[in-house]
């Protein structure tokens, strides 16, 4: 069966440029969204603070790691869906620290291993800082990695199915997530199937799903995460869920079995 994760885009957060809002304010919001993507039957949802953009590369201060770790904890004490962390752009240490007090499920991490030109700079994988943290902690998180990420280049430009083997095989991934060149792009079907038969993990979406693509991703993935414009009140990308748009893909991807 084809795993559902929703997405909850927090606002600004206090200390980001753009905040606007108290950390009560913003934990009311996220458990808000929580609540609606439960009701609209996805299976988990990421915790992800889009909103405090332009982004630091892979270190963020303290005030963000002290308000995600609060908003975190509020979404997995108020809902019974497994609940994930991404932290911007690439604090993967930082998010599977607070995934781990907090008693979250698993974390997003951009750069796991490899070297990507982004916007932020050139990013370099925490994959060895990481899996030695984790295995510090004595902790089950699990590790969800993208291959050849969004609104990146990678410099060690092997292809894609040779990039998933190494993240599964090297990196210590326990799921890989494929994603076209930016956020509303979907990924080439065809470097899903690539992935697909190079790894035995999990392969997730992490890019592009929209109301008229995601039928033939449900053929093709273990699990989509869902975030675009069609599943945004109005359509405002980083907005409030559209619950009803959750449900619709929800229901039809349940319905749909896998091809490869």
């Given at each position: 069966m084809v795993k559902i994760i929703g997405m909850i885009h927090l606002p600004p957060l206090p200390g980001s440029p753009r905040n606007t809002m108290s950390?009560?304010?913003?934990?009311?919001?996220?458990?808000?969204?929580?609540?609606?993507?439960?009701?609209?039957?996805?299976?988990?949802?990421?915790?992800?603070?889009?909103?405090?953009?332009?982004?630091?590369?892979?270190?963020?201060?303290?005030?963000?790691?002290?308000?995600m770790a609060v908003i975190v904890r509020e979404v997995v004490r108020n809902s019974s869906l497994e609940v994930g962390v991404n932290i911007l752009r690439n604090?993967?240490?930082?998010?599977?620290?607070?995934?781990?007090?907090?008693?979250?499920d698993f974390i997003r991490c951009n750069v796991l291993n490899g070297a990507y030109v982004t916007d932020q700079g050139i990013i370099e994988g925490r994959g060895a800082e990481l899996l030695r943290d984790k295995r510090y902690l004595n902790s089950n998180i699990k590790i969800y990695a993208d291959v050849h990420v969004k609104h990146a280049y990678p410099l060690y430009n092997v292809d894609i199915?040779?990039?998933?083997?190494?993240?599964?095989?090297?990196?210590?991934?326990?799921?890989?997530?494929?994603?076209g060149p930016r956020s509303p792009i979907p990924p080439d079907i065809q470097n899903v199937i690539k992935v697909k038969k190079a790894v035995k993990l999990p392969v997730l979406i992490g890019s592009g799903?929209?109301?008229?693509?995601?039928?033939?991703?449900?053929?093709?993935?273990?699990?989509?995460?869902?975030?675009?414009?069609?599943?945004?009140?109005?359509?405002?990308?980083?907005?409030?869920?559209n619950g009803e748009s959750y449900a619709i893909l929800v229901k039809e991807c349940r319905s749909i079995s896998p091809m490869v």
């Open positions: 950390l009560e304010e913003v934990v009311e919001y996220a458990s808000s969204e929580a609540k609606t993507l439960e009701k609209a039957g996805v299976d988990a949802v990421i915790v992800e603070n889009l909103g405090d953009y332009p982004f630091f590369k892979d270190q963020v201060p303290a005030i963000t790691i002290a308000s604090a993967c240490i930082q998010a599977f620290e607070v995934a781990h007090v907090t008693g979250a199915e040779i990039a998933a083997e190494d993240l599964a095989e090297r990196g210590g991934a326990d799921a890989i997530i494929v994603s799903i929209s109301l008229s693509n995601f039928r033939k991703y449900c053929e093709v993935a273990d699990g989509l995460i869902i975030g675009e414009s069609d599943f945004k009140i109005n359509g405002e990308i980083g907005g409030r869920s």
